[in-house]
């Protein structure tokens, strides 16, 4: 099984994306690749001039499948789309108020 690891890296005051060994360019580029779109998947994030979802991609990342098998499972796909996909659920989680589950006793 492969692990996975994204970070993110700050180099020039520009954002960049590395997921174990595939780096790209800056954030801002990869969520170029990430359409939300009414009509296409009910408004589903997906990448751009296709009908597969963030979701899809982000579930086979933490099913532990190999980048090869991403893209041989997901014709057309690109590695950047699959950095787009990591990218865009960061941002999403980043963005999200988080509350405790349970209380914390002092």
């Avoid at 899809?56 to 590695?79: K, R, V, W």
């Amino acid at each position: 099984m492969t692990t996975y690891e994204s970070c993110l890296e700050f180099q020039n005051g520009l954002s960049y994306v590395r997921l174990n060994n595939h780096f790209l360019g800056n954030e801002m580029d990869l969520h170029e690749r990430i359409s939300i779109n009414p009509k296409v998947c009910h408004g589903e994030p997906c990448i751009k001039g296709t009908r597969i979802m963030v979701t899809n991609i982000l579930a086979a990342i933490a099913e532990g499948l190999p980048m090869s098998e991403i893209l041989e499972d997901f014709p057309g796909i690109t590695t950047e789309d699959v950095l787009a996909c990591v990218a865009f659920a960061n941002d999403v989680v980043k963005e999200k108020e988080w509350y405790p589950t349970e209380s914390v006793s002092g």
